[in-house]
């Protein structure tokens, strides 16, 4: 079974689905090639994905996560959802409640983006706290989109929150071109310490591990080696990475076919369901 852990669903439906993206500016990917939720089951049934985790398009609807939310209703044997609130926000705990309630299992924090260049300098704002302190008790994980640079703010989290699973998207888009030993991944690899961090893999990662001196023979392995592959999962970020949920999947397939069955196994389906244990009985 395969299991996407990072695909976007965006409706044409303005009026039901108004844009409201974080930072103002749409992205132009949810512009120029949506992919409505039955698109999606669509594409997912040509590629073979049994299952999605569909991520808010926080560069298109910001914090309103109705059609996440309403497309899990819709289709509970397909999707979960992950969701997105304003953490520094003093109602922050019972927007999370609320979306929760809609049966989305997952939150995500939007620190920067296509649509957010520079990075936020939020990430361990202890006006968020209450926020983190809530889904460590109810047990969902965090997503966080956000480059390299935070990951020293991260660090400050996942040590004051050691109970809270995070996941980092897109592996934080550390460099890869310099080849072994990575240098530009040094602080990714840095978090192998923390045995709450998970790791996202998407197609930029497998696309940044074959340029320049990298190869993904010696990039995937030592992945592997420091974070072990139970915590690892793959996302297509489809659509807003170009091409077919098919191709995504198969170039993913290819940058990994380096690795193990075994570790194949765990990041393309058995770590998704350690995150989102809903997924077992859909």
Known sequence: MTIDIHPHVISKDTVRYPNAPLGGNKSDWSKEHPVEVAEMIAAMDEAGVAKSVLVQASTCY???????????????????????????????????????????????????????????????????????????????????????????????????FPNAKVILDHLAKPSL???????????????????????????????????????????????????????????????????SLTALLKFTQEGLSVLSAEDREWIFSKTALTLYPVLKGN
């Open 62 to 160: 910001g914090h309103d996560n109705s059609l996440v939310a309403d497309a899990v209703a819709a289709h509970p044997e397909r999707f979960t959802g992950v969701f997105s609130v304003d953490v520094l926000a003093p109602d922050a705990v019972e927007k999370i409640r609320y979306w929760v309630g809609r049966n989305l299992t997952g939150l995500r924090l939007f620190t920067a983006g296509s649509t957010m260049k520079v990075q936020a300098d939020w990430v361990d704002d202890p006006r968020s706290f209450p926020a983190w302190e809530y889904v460590s008790e109810i047990g969902i994980p965090v997503c966080m989109q956000m480059t390299v640079k935070a990951i020293p703010q991260l660090i400050h989290m996942l040590e004051r």
């Open 177 to 243: 071109v310099d080849g072994p030993p990575y240098p530009g991944a040094a602080d990714v690899f840095r978090l192998a310490d923390y045995k709450n961090l998970y790791l996202k893999l998407t197609p930029r990662t497998i696309d940044e591990a074959k340029n320049g001196k990298a190869t993904w023979d010696t990039f995937f392995p030592l992945l592997v080696s420091k974070f072990g592959a139970s915590r690892i999962a793959w996302g297509s970020n489809f659509p807003a990475s170009g091409g």
